[in-house]
């Protein structure tokens, strides 16, 4: 409304011979902004108005203040240039944008020998789109700001849940025992989904909530309304990581075994209702971020014999190849390695050799 706007900048306004908006999350929500554009509406401006697209919102559509979605709404088209994802537009988009601001045709303003007659106009075009970044820029620092300002109420109010959580589920079971200390642990935020809802990963470190193997790091699934839900027990494990994946759910990789001090990422996967142990995958000393050949490693069938005897010469070995070097010496004939999966061919087995040390062997070293 005008009332929203003061006396110098409604002056502005009616001087001006163009209003460039840009389109983004946070100015779509801004009332300042939707004064602004339906001041010009009211005065029958509404052709000055230029649009720079910055982002656009999940379902791909540009996000524009109230007035101007409703015109839009009932048929009027607006000038525009898509900036999303760039850092600068082009110049044939920028050259675009300043034809309709100064009212001439595209290819006079592109062609070369009608841009030297206009290099006045061209100046004028580029000192109005320089002023439309450091306004863009204004907006997406705004826009950082306040998601980290949403990110951060999100876990405030997931901590205060799992810590009432904890008091209910401590006096549930011990009616007498006094109020216990709660201590929670997170370790991670995310959008696992795509929903907007923060999820987390929480360790719950108070006394009573960890067994004699240690605490268990679980992920929780943000719903909304204060709701949470555990989609994930990722026990004994390492900092989880997350990426991105097909079917609307990110993947969780955590390490639970290690080989030769080189971790064995254990990926889970979405299933429906929860996340689920898919696969393992060894880098054998690349980073996480710049492993694109892992070794895969299918989980053993939950009908499979967990234990297996290894022969006096088998080797537990670094990786799945005859020339990697030893992790372990075996003592005697009778040792016991766990089997946690199989290497992608068949030919190697991994085992956890004591406390998730694991390493490789052949198949055919390993008897039943």
């Known amino acids: 409304m005008a009332s929203d706007l003061g006396a110098e900048l409604i ?49 791909g559509a540009v996000p524009l203040p109230p007035v101007l979605a409703r015109v839009v709404s009932q048929g009027w088209e607006p000038l525009w240039l898509d900036a999303e994802r760039t850092s600068r537009p082009d110049q044939q988009a920028v050259v675009r944008l300043a034809a309709g601001m100064l009212g001439v045709s595209f290819d006079a303003l592109w062609r070369r020998d009608v841009r030297r007659r206009i290099t006045g106009l061209l100046a004028a075009a580029a000192a109005l789109v320089l002023v439309a970044s450091v306004v863009g820029a204004v907006l997406v620092r705004q826009r950082d700001a306040t998601d980290e300002l949403r990110t951060a109420h999100q876990e405030s109010a997931f901590r205060a849940y799992l810590t009432q959580a904890t008091v209910d589920k401590v006096r549930e079971d011990d009616p007498g025992r006094p109020p216990p200390d709660v201590q929670i642990d997170i370790l991670r935020s995310d959008d696992l989904n795509g929903d907007s809802w923060m999820d987390f990963f929480a360790i719950n470190r108070t006394p009573g909530f960890c067994g004699s193997g240690g605490c ?70 690349v980073r996480l971020e710049y492993c694109s050949r892992p070794v895969l490693i299918t989980p053993r069938a939950d009908d499979e014999r967990t234990t297996l005897p290894l022969t006096e010469k088998s080797k537990v070995l670094a990786g799945p190849a005859s020339g990697s070097p030893p992790v372990r010496v075996m003592e005697a004939a009778g040792d016991y390695g766990v089997f946690v999966g199989t290497v992608e061919g068949g030919a190697w087995l991994l085992i956890d050799v004591l406390k998730a040390r694991a390493g490789f062997v052949r198949r055919s070293d390993a008897t039943r």
Do not use: M
């Open 11 to 59: 002056a502005a306004l009616d001087r001006s011979c163009r209003l460039i908006l840009i389109a983004s999350r946070a100015s779509a929500e801004s009332r300042y902004v939707d004064a602004e554009v339906r001041h010009l509406v009211d005065a029958g401006r509404l052709d000055d108005v230029r649009v720079v697209v910055l982002e656009k919102t999940a379902d």
């Open 216 to 285: 268990a790091t679980e992920a929780y699934l943000g719903e909304g309304d204060g709701r949470y839900r555990v989609v994930a027990n990722l026990f004994g494990s390492g900092a989880p990581h997350t990426r991105a994946a097909d079917g609307g759910y990110k993947q969780i990789l955590t390490a639970f075994y290690s080989v030769d001090g080189e971790p064995v990422y254990s990926v889970f996967r979405w299933n429906g209702t929860e996340y689920a142990l898919y696969r393992f995958e060894f880098c054998n000393g």
